[in-house]
């Protein structure tokens, strides 16, 4: 608590953002995306386990019945945004 009586909360975690250019296993051509990670929740190393979940939680992104796999994903290129 602060010295006036009101509490300070603390500040929001610092976020990286990143541009990524990926490609997905067995399929042709190169996607883009950007990618927040936030600390003590995610790091770079999380960024194809969370491409992979957003290709699995789309239409048309993965084959009925495949789960998300992060080893599908191969990561060409990563720039902070």
Sequence with gaps: MAVDGRERSAPPPERTTYRVVYAVRGEAGVRRAEV????????????????????????????SGQAADARRIVVLELNEA
């Design 36 to 63: 927040t990670v936030v600390p003590g929740y995610s790091q770079e190393s999380d960024i194809p386990r969370i491409l992979a979940a957003r290709l699995a939680g789309r239409p048309g992104g993965q084959p």
